[in-house]
């Protein structure tokens, strides 16, 4: 088996091409997803050199871990519209996860999920090229061919769950037309705060996080809050946490608890802090479903 080359691979089963090769480079149009008409969720509101879901003084005051993770953009989404009949995107990565029980598509990889007014469904993955993942500096480029059909279609592209991005470009043909995304239904996000569970540790690609996975069940932007390892309930998270528009909160962060007298400690507390200044906002708190 080790003898076999991937190539013969992709003579078998065309869907292990990872496509990099534009239909045209003349055609295409990269645009940066930090400006308009692009629509990006699950990050705080001034973003700096690198995407963060947290501003840096809170994560640094939470701790190490939370400040290092924070950097991390599970949940991160971008949506927009084009009639373009392919799809490319340039990435920089500042850290490109790659570990040996995590799948690459996860980790470094985004996807693409076509909307509608009722459903978002997965299109396909942009997968970066396995040998260039080397954990540090990086810079890749993906197409999708949408078998260049030109018609207006609404578009979630999901960021990876284990990388640090410095920057995203969506590429599209020069003539193509560019807007918004497909407003959600419920206009209140939905913030769920929790371990590796909820920041996706090991799903097989980004848009199979649960939390991006309730955002397609619900039509609701539902914020990814997870610190794999490092959901401890800390004061200044929680803090910061119950200042965010929000429709619903949840403490999802059992599994990162060291035993039950440090939940006893926390879980009330915690509820308590963010009761003080959003009495009105249901609380759910989800415990460790071993």
């Keep these: 088996m080790s003898d076999i080359k991937k190539e013969a691979y992709v003579e078998v089963d065309k869907n292990l091409i990872v496509e990099t090769v534009f239909p045209d480079t003349e055609d295409v149009k990269f645009h940066n997803v930090r400006n308009a008409p692009f629509e990006l969720y699950n990050l705080y509101g001034e973003q700096d050199e690198i995407y963060r879901r947290l501003p840096k003084a809170v994560a640094e005051e939470t701790s190490a871990g939370v400040n290092k993770l924070a950097k991390e953009t599970a949940g991160v989404r971008v949506r927009f519209s084009t009639d373009s ?166 403490l999802d962060y059992d599994h990162n608890a060291p035993n039950a007298e440090y939940l006893r400690n926390t879980h009330l507390r915690a509820y308590q802090r963010f009761r003080e200044v959003r009495p009105d906002v249901p609380v759910v708190i989800i415990s460790s479903p071993n």
């Design 85 to 250: 009949g392919y799809i490319a995107i340039k990435v920089e990565f500042v850290k490109a996860g790659k570990n040996s029980h995590i799948p690459l598509a996860e980790s470094a990889g985004f996807d693409l999920y076509t909307d509608t007014e009722y459903d978002s469904k997965y299109t396909v993955a942009f997968l970066p090229p396995f040998a260039d993942i080397t954990g540090g500096d990086l810079i890749y480029e993906s197409v999708i061919d949408l078998k260049g059909e030109r018609r207006q279609r609404y578009f979630t592209i999901n960021f990876p769950i284990h990388s640090v991005v410095k920057n995203l470009y969506v590429g599209i043909q020069k003539d193509a037309t560019l807007g918004k995304g497909m407003p959600y239904k419920h206009k209140e996000p939905i913030v769920i705060y929790g371990s590796s569970i909820v920041h996706g540790t090991a799903a097989s690609r980004p848009g199979l996080t649960y939390t991006n996975m309730l955002c397609r069940k619900l039509n609701a932007d539902v914020q990814n809050y997870g610190f794999s390892g490092n959901a401890k309930a800390e004061d200044a998270i929680i803090n910061y946490l119950r200042t965010l528009p929000m429709s619903v909160f949840v």
